[in-house]
């Protein structure tokens, strides 16, 4: 049997109330053996861990830079509380979501572009201090991003965790994974016209690549309605766990290998990645 993990699922969203148990029996049907539930503000740590305990998957607690301005002044004291208290949980499994986003215009300035800096490298600082991955969001900013780790890792240099929805060059891609990091692909890969983004995923060294929905979000071709298309009434596909293997059958193609080889590699991609999953899932 091909089992498949998703590695960023995001399944405490509001798009998937009440329904988010059905929305991972309908994942597991489809072999997905295991889902990641990253956390993106303080307000929904606790439905991370307990979606992620009630259906045996795993989570990981930070503060999205989406979510920055919103944050109350002590979230960043709040999350070290919360990971203090909760390091022993076998199901933490890394800080995140968590990272810096320049394509929102209003991040991209004072005050908020110093602000969403400063924690993203306060989290990175917690990650070193509690020993755990960190899973990143660089939407375009992976520069910055790549320079942060460097910054923050100092001497010492090495990182696990994700660099999720990776849509870079082939140069920053090879800098994350000499920092120790693995890349997430997902829904992106399966349009066409993502020329640069399948030649990443065809080409990149197999250890290196882990799979992921981002459900609700980024979704597949398949589940892609246009503007013009929902203007005429029709809804937008919502993505979920369960269209990960079809994804992972897009990325075996592209690669020219089987989509049970593309499931074991990942599989052991996701362990090496986020360490604690391998007990997870040796259970």
Known sequence: MTNWIDTHCHLDAQE??????????????????????????????????????????????????LYVKAAQDDALDRLDAALAQQQGDPRLVAIGE???????????????????????????KLARQYDLPVILHSRRSVDRVLKALRDVAGSTGQWHGIAHAFNGSLQQAQTFIALGFKLGFGGALTYERALQLRRLAASLPLDAIVLETDAPDMPPHWLYTTAQQRTAGARQGRNEPGELPRIGAELAALRGISTDELATATTLNAMAALPRLRALLAL
């Open 98 to 124: 968590i990272g810096l986003d320049y394509f929102v215009p209003e991040l991209c300035v004072s005050p908020l572009r110093e602000r969403q800096e400063h924690f993203f490298r306060s989290q990175l």
């Open 16 to 65: 998937f109330w009440p329904l988010a148990q059905a929305v991972r029996v309908r994942a597991a049907i489809n072999n997905v053996a295991h889902c990641v539930l990253p956390a993106v503000e303080v307000g929904n740590f606790d439905a991370v861990r307990e979606l992620a305990h009630g259906g045996g998957d795993s989570y990981a607690l930070g503060i999205h830079p």
